[in-house]
């Protein structure tokens, strides 16, 4: 039997570094495609860089640049050369005449990482969408780019067909998607809608891509999301239910990875998943304590939380991967943050105890007097969970209980009545 041996495509990585751009970022960002590349299972051969003022607007970097590339490219037979920024559509024409190969720019890398990540309907028409945006202002002179649409990187997702038809097809299509993601987006609202009428405390998981969200979200709820060494193994939210130490019940979401330039057709795309982080009671931000750039994560997920108005939300710093934790790590001030492995069991329980301890002291405290023949009301409060103790009063024929309710919830209403104190806010420090 033989085996099928699948070469892998090889690639020059090329950036522009702006005179007037912080050079660790840029570093950063360098580096980031490098490992996007390896995500999107392209091997990187050579990473070549040219410092700049700005960037060309008809050839990206100068052009002597650009035939020093085009030379290596052949030297090392390269199938595609991956631009670190988005390419306009005159670019991308110019430097597909100059280049025998690929050519593709960063939005296309990350939306081909998508396009194969992409599990759920939501995801799927996402994705999809934010390709049409790409491909729209790019269709008029893709003649040789089409024609060479083989397979592989950058060219995965809309079909050949639908490349070849004209851009009213492109059009309809693209108001089908938002219709449809509309659809699925008010779905979702309703069930957010639902768990918030219903008072469950949502937790959520953001952060860098490769902090390790998922791999918490499944410790900490053994739930299967993938999880992987590698940039945007999540792309759907996942939900699942966290049974505290208490027993109390609150639903954890884990969400899709942030990175630094994030191209802005995708950010548009998954805005709608990212939206549920504003429902969130409370965020819990996973950092990587192992990553030298982690000064450099914490500010972009603070960025993106507040570009999506949820920086009010209280928020737990989780700085993750202790075991990996080397001397002289610097860890950035938070104002509530806790320092855990994901991988070690105690870590796991002290970040369940920090989030009870969170979720208890946003509640407020009654104690409530309820007759023995009230059955309803003691067995509705058991099941409801709020109870924190209960005393019976044999004189009385009643029992004494605590228990821990917002006012806002729909239970309120009904132990109103057998409220014994003014009510009293637990102000508990966190
Ligand atoms: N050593 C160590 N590795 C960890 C820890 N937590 C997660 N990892 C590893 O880090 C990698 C990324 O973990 P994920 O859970 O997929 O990260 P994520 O934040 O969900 O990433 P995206 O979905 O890409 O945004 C995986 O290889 C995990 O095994 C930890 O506490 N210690
Ligand atoms: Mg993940």
Redesign the pocket.
């Known amino acids: 039997m033989n085996d099928i041996i699948k070469t892998k495509e090889t690639a020059i990585v090329v950036g522009c570094l702006l005179d007037n751009r912080d050079t660790e970022r840029m570093r950063l960002s360098m580096e980031e495609l490098h490992e996007l590349a390896d995500t999107a299972g392209v091997e990187v051969l050579d990473v070549i860089t040219q410092n700049r003022e700005r960037v060309d607007s008809a050839w990206y970097l100068g052009t002597g640049k650009i035939e020093e590339i085009a030379q290596r490219a052949e030297e090392l037979d390269v199938d595609v050369i991956i631009f670190n920024d988005e390419l306009s559509p005159s670019q991308t024409r110019n430097l597909d005449r100059v280049f025998d190969c690929k050519v593709i720019d960063r939005t296309q890398l990350i939306l081909d990482i998508f396009a194969g990540r992409a599990q759920s309907r939501e995801g799927k028409i996402q994705v999809e969408l934010a390709q049409y945006n790409y491909l729209l202002p790019r269709l008029a002179g893709q003649g040789k780019q089409l024609s060479r649409l083989g397979g592989g990187i950058g060219t995965r997702g809309p079909g050949e067909t639908k490349l070849e038809s004209d851009r009213r097809h492109i059009r309809k299509r693209i108001s089908e998607l938002k219709q449809q993601l509309e659809d699925t987006v008010r779905t979702r609202q309703l069930h957010r809608e639902r768990r918030k009428k219903n008072n469950v405390f949502q937790v959520a998981?953001v952060?860098?891509?490769?902090?390790?969200?998922?791999?918490?979200?499944?410790q900490l709820t053994a739930a299967e999301?993938?999880?992987?060494?590698?940039?945007?193994?999540?792309?759907d939210p996942t939900t699942r239910q966290l049974t505290l130490p208490s027993g109390m019940e609150v639903l954890l979401t884990?969400?899709?990875?942030?990175i630094q330039d994030l191209p802005t057709t995708l950010v548009a795309a998954f805005r709608s998943t990212l939206e549920g982080v504003k429902e969130a009671d409370l965020i819990l931000h996973?950092v990587?304590i192992?990553h030298p750039d982690l000064g450099i994560h914490m500010e972009v997920v603070n960025r993106i939380l507040k570009d999506l108005k949820a920086e009010q939300i209280p928020e737990l710093v989780v700085f993750?991967?202790?075991?990996?934790l080397t001397e002289g790590t610097y860890l950035p001030p938070a104002e509530a943050s806790i320092l855990?492995?994901?991988?070690?069991e105690e870590?796991q329980k002290k970040l369940l105890d920090r989030i009870e301890d969170f979720v208890m002291s946003s509640f407020d405290r009654f104690t409530l007097k309820v007759p023995i023949s009230r059955g309803d009301i003691l067995s509705m409060l058991h099941r409801e969970g709020v109870e924190m103790d209960q005393e019976y009063q044999e004189e009385e024929e009643s029992y004494r209980i605590t228990v821990r309710v917002n006012r806002d919830h729909p239970i309120y209403g009904r132990i109103a009545p057998f409220l014994l104190d003014p009510p009293e806010t637990v102000e508990e420090s966190w």
């Open positions: 998981l952060g860098y891509t490769n902090a390790g969200k998922s791999t918490l979200l499944n999301t993938l999880q992987e060494d590698k940039l945007f193994a999540t792309l884990d969400t899709v990875g942030f996973v990587d192992s993750n991967k202790a075991d990996l855990v492995s994901a991988l070690r870590d």
